[in-house]
């Protein structure tokens, strides 16, 4: 699913199966509105009329533009936190987040390595 900010609220769409959609103020009722879409179209459509997608055992990932992803973590993740994580400068990030400038596909390749980097690290924490 991939999941994109407007001005009011956060959308999604799935990009491999026609028909599915959800919108959401938060990501979370964007995801559980996907779950309702889904079993909506399970539930009032006859089976032939499915996305293929939904045909078989499927796995819902999901996919943010960097605009709607550093908007609403932001909330969670600083932008300094993440400019540690990833490298880039906090108002460059800022730009991004607000959507007054879009990240080259190199930029964002370097947020997701920094993202993946802090989750891997954070994997391997134990709290005693």
Not at 74 to 102: C, D, M, V, W
Request: charged letters at 25%; aromatic letters at 10%.
């Amino acid at each position: 699913m991939i999941i994109e900010k407007s001005r009011d609220y956060y959308g999604a769409y799935a990009e491999n199966g026609d028909g599915i959609y959800a919108a959401g103020e938060t990501i979370e009722e964007v995801q559980a509105d996907t779950l309702r879409a889904i079993e909506l179209i399970k539930s009032e459509l006859p089976e032939a009329q499915w996305p293929k997608v939904l045909k078989s055992d499927y796995e819902i990932i999901w996919k943010f533009d960097a605009e709607s992803f550093l908007s609403y973590y932001s909330t969670i993740l600083t932008l300094t936190g993440l400019q540690r994580i990833t490298g880039i400068n906090s108002k460059q990030l800022s730009h991004y987040a607000t959507g007054h400038r879009k990240p080259s596909p190199k930029t964002v390749s370097r947020i997701q390595e920094g993202l993946n980097r802090f989750s891997e690290m954070l994997s391997h924490i134990q709290l005693m």
